[in-house]
């Protein structure tokens, strides 16, 4: 679907000149804190707006930070709700307010029978596993199996010469590696520090840095933190891990790929 309107063909020329960028939406793990927002990542490139998962608040962000009519396709990673549960009142809001038919959504099989959507919903499911790969626009998606409960896709996002992995959630059984080498950007769940490592299936800064180090990633940007975890101790340690500087992600923060 092609972005409409004034305001998205001047932002897409913009965004041809400045070359791709990940918008951070929401990036708080298993549950929102106080005004945060549950996973939420828009890949903005020349020929498309891919949201990367989206969890509770990020329909809201979408519409505060960027322009919404611009939403080319939505990868949900899994079927926990930290990760699609605004995807009906998203689904509602394109049927209602952008007047739109028809919303691509590109998910695990089980995604589809877990989120509750009206007979008049615009989502157009497409149904994706391990090793597939889908082409939106200019971006060109691959996704990966990670070491998380359920089917939990990794995506792997190639566009415009620049390559970015996205780890969805993981626990230390999977690798950027499996998305394949030459990644620029990888945005990596580090759910804790390392003090909760084996607690449950997610990654600590420490177990994120190593990841990324071992890919070789050109930039660590950390996420899904729990908010009652504390955001400087989570960055610090995957920065000792990874051996070089990383981010911490922001809502509102936007990502140069
Ligand atoms: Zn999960």
């Not at 010469?161 to 030459?182: I, K, N, Q, T, V």
């Not at 990888?186 to 759910?191: D, I, K, M, S």
């Amino acid at each position: 679907m092609e972005p409409s309107g004034d305001r998205a063909a001047e932002r897409l020329v913009d965004q041809a000149r400045s070359g791709p960028t990940v918008l951070v939406l929401g990036c708080d793990g298993s549950w929102p804190g106080p005004g945060g927002a549950g996973s939420g990542y828009l890949v903005r490139s020349a020929r498309a707006a891919v949201l990367l998962d989206v969890g509770p608040g990020v329909l809201a962000n979408l519409e505060r930070l960027a322009d919404p009519d611009e939403l080319t396709a939505v990868v949900v990673s899994h079927g926990h709700p930290d990760h699609w549960s605004d995807l009906p009142v998203l689904a509602t809001f394109v049927r209602l307010a952008l007047g739109r038919r028809r919303l691509p959504v590109l998910a695990p099989p089980e995604v589809a029978a877990r989120v509750p959507l009206g007979s008049s919903s615009p989502v157009a499911w497409d149904a994706v596993g391990d090793g597939d790969r889908r082409v939106v626009g200019d971006q060109v998606l691959t996704f990966s199996a990670t070491d998380h409960p359920g089917t939990t896709l990794a995506v792997r996002v190639d566009v415009a010469g620049r390559a970015m992995g996205y780890s969805a959630d993981s626990g230390p059984g999977w690798d950027f590696g499996r998305l394949g080498p030459g990644l620029d950007l990888a945005l990596c769940e580090a759910t804790f520090t390392a003090a909760h490592e084996g607690t449950a299936g997610h990654l600590s800064g420490r177990q994120a840095g190593e990841l990324a180090r071992r890919a070789g990633v050109g930039a660590l940007v950390v996420t899904h933190r729990w908010p009652t975890c504390d955001a400087a101790a989570v960055r610090d340690e995957a920065a000792v891990a990874f051996g070089g500087p990383v981010g911490q992600a922001v809502i509102g923060e936007e990502l140069v790929l």
